[in-house]
């Protein structure tokens, strides 16, 4: 049996997301805040937003230890990209739940929503998710500065791309 | 030659349609050639208090060029904004670009207090981003196929300003 599987988040799922990000590890190196409420994540699980798609990844024994998000771009000009969060818990870091989720993540984006161009951005030293992104096609495209609020300082974020390479199916 | 910079009124709809659909700024920005007037309406009556934008009139009140800040939704980034300029092609190269940009900046520099002022610019772009670097905007990175351009995906610049208040961070 598998040690993992991924899904949907679900509205039940509130408690155990807040729980994740309530790690300063994972609230530090996304865009989140310290102590998150339950009804932050319940209102976020309710709000069907047709261009975000989230998916979480669960442990054989019921725990979420992965949460992921693609939102898509809504201005017409910019609708073949999306942008890409994700966070890890602690305990599950390097054991390759990431990633399971990020190729996830890309196949949901390459061969079910047929975006061109997913991008991210990234602390420049967060070295275990810069090397994820890099091992599945993303580029370092851009060095924003004091792009982001951490811990008190500004700091820089790397602005990462991977472009879809094969064309639509069909295209031939 | 005289003009007048204000901030934007739910009654310069008409203005903003006009000039946001013209050829030379929808090539350049991510506008779309076909804008109705109640949609901008309805955006400069709902304009959200985090936007910020200008409008540059002649001395009869014709809208010659809009120029506006848009701080960013996410908590840890509200000392950054993403900003936009755009001239009507007439009123090009007389200046009115450069006032526009020039009050903006002094709006986030001594009045918002931002730290952080950044933008995309279609490569091809090469007066604005002319602009841009002689008001202090560094080259960031190139974002690539990063928006529609007459039906083909374009590269993009990143340009930023930062600007550091008296005794934060530098």
């Known amino acids: ?172 | 030659m005289s003009f007048h910079i204000r901030r934007i009124e739910p009654d310069d709809a008409a203005a903003m349609a006009q000039l946001q659909s013209a050829p030379g700024v929808v090539r350049h920005t991510s506008q779309q050639p076909y804008q109705s007037v109640a949609d901008w309406q309805h955006r400069l009556q709902h304009l959200p208090a985090d936007n910020h934008w200008l409008v540059a009139c002649t001395a009869d009140g014709e809208v010659m060029a809009s120029a506006g800040l848009n701080i960013l939704p996410q908590v840890r980034c509200r000392h950054v904004a993403d900003i936009f300029l755009v001239v009507r092609d007439e009123w090009q190269g007389k200046g009115v670009g450069r006032a526009l940009l020039q009050a903006l900046l002094d709006l986030s520099d001594n009045w918002l207090g931002l730290i952080r002022l950044e933008l995309m610019a279609q490569q091809d772009n090469q007066r604005a981003i002319a602009l841009y670097e002689r008001f202090g905007f560094r080259h960031e990175g190139v974002v690539r196929q990063d928006i529609l351009q007459d039906g083909c995906y374009v590269d993009s610049v990143v340009m930023a300003r930062l600007h550091w208040p008296e005794g934060r961070q530098a």
């Open chain 1, 1 to 172: 049996m598998s040690k993992y599987h991924i899904r949907k988040p679900e509205p039940a799922d509130a408690a155990a997301l807040q729980a994740l990000m309530s790690d300063p590890l994972c609230y530090g190196n996304t865009l989140q805040l310290p102590y998150p409420s339950l009804q932050l994540w319940q209102q976020r699980l309710a709000s069907n937003d047709p261009l975000h798609h989230a998916l979480l990844l669960e442990s054989a024994d019921g725990q979420v230890i992965a949460h992921g998000s693609l939102w898509r771009e809504s201005v017409p000009r910019l609708a073949h990209g999306a942008s890409l969060g994700m966070a890890v818990q602690r305990e599950w870091q390097g054991q390759g739940v990431g990633s399971a989720l990020l190729q996830a993540m890309l196949d949901l984006a390459d061969n079910w929503l047929g975006l061109h161009r997913v991008e991210l951005t990234v602390f420049d030293d967060n070295a275990a998710a810069l090397a994820l992104y890099r091992k599945y096609g993303f580029v370092e495209e851009a060095r924003l500065r004091a792009y982001a609020l951490r811990a008190g300082r500004y700091e820089d974020v790397l602005k990462m791309a991977r472009l879809r390479t094969c064309p639509p199916a069909g295209a031939a």
